[in-house]
């Protein structure tokens, strides 16, 4: 196997910002979701598995720091950041429930949970997705083609159109950005 081509890895990477413009109407709704939490003062928390969990906490750092504008912190929570909770849950009960468990201590009626996975099967991002709504939260799933089992437990869904790991979460990056720039305007109004 060659060294890759890198005009063509600029190329397959340029393909993110068509499959941005193909969720443009759910992006829409996933945005006015967030930013009317932030605007009710609920809070928004964020979960996923590997690159999923850092965009979680990514998400979660632009909302409590700041993205572009100097501003009150906002209200977010990543529910990877925490190691002895998440090892502690996955010894004691399995690690399906490691998301799940924590909202379930968490979570109000009127929270927003941004749920990230590829997949839109991974069970613990499901589970979470499933106590969110039992708890009276809104849920947003930003998923891979077709949604999957999250998208399915999700108020609403932004479903990449793509199965290639990697170009899916290119395209969540840019999504969870515009989110930010979204709430940050929107927590406001």
Same mark, same amino acid.
């Given at each position: 196997?060659?060294?890759?081509? =890198?005009?063509?890895?600029?190329?397959?990477?340029?393909? $993110?910002?068509?499959?941005?413009?193909?969720?443009?109407?759910?992006? #829409?709704?996933?945005? #006015?979701?967030?930013?009317?939490?932030?605007?009710?003062?609920?809070?928004?928390?964020?979960?996923? %598995?590997?690159?999923?969990?850092? #965009?979680?906490?990514?998400? $979660?750092?632009? /909302? =409590?720091? @700041?993205?572009? %504008?100097? @501003?009150?912190?906002?209200?977010?929570?990543?529910?990877?950041? %925490?190691?002895?909770?998440?090892?502690?849950?996955?010894?004691?009960?399995?690690?399906?429930?490691?998301?799940?468990?924590? /909202?379930?201590?968490?979570?109000?009626?009127?929270?927003?949970?941004?749920?990230?996975?590829?997949?839109?099967?991974?069970? %613990?991002?499901?589970?979470?997705?499933?106590?969110?709504?039992? *708890?009276?939260?809104?849920? =947003?799933? /930003?998923?891979? @083609?077709?949604?999957?089992? $999250?998208?399915?437990?999700?108020?609403? @869904? =932004?479903?990449?159109?793509?199965?290639?790991?990697? *170009?899916?979460?290119?395209?969540?990056?840019?999504?969870?950005?515009?989110?930010?720039?979204?709430?940050?305007?929107?927590?406001?109004?």
């Amino acid at each position: 196997m060659g060294t890759p081509d =890198v005009d063509i890895l600029i190329a397959e990477r340029a393909d $993110a910002h068509d499959l941005l413009a193909g969720v443009r109407d759910s992006l #829409q709704d996933a945005a #006015q979701a967030v930013a009317q939490c932030l605007r009710a003062g609920a809070t928004v928390y964020a979960c996923g %598995n590997g690159g999923s969990a850092t #965009q979680a906490a990514h998400f $979660a750092g632009e /909302l =409590v720091g @700041r993205f572009k %504008n100097e @501003r009150r912190a906002l209200p977010a929570f990543c529910l990877s950041d %925490n190691p002895a909770i998440i090892t502690a849950v996955a010894n004691d009960y399995d690690y399906e429930s490691v998301f799940s468990r924590q /909202l379930d201590g968490l979570v109000r009626p009127g929270d927003c949970l941004l749920a990230l996975t590829t997949s839109g099967n991974s069970e %613990n991002v499901v589970r979470a997705c499933a106590t969110a709504r039992a *708890r009276g939260a809104r849920v =947003v799933a /930003l998923t891979g @083609r077709g949604g999957g089992k $999250a998208g399915e437990n999700a108020d609403v @869904r =932004v479903a990449v159109d793509s199965t290639e790991t990697d *170009r899916i979460q290119e395209t969540h990056l840019m999504i969870i950005h515009l989110l930010c720039e979204f709430a940050e305007a929107g927590a406001y109004d």
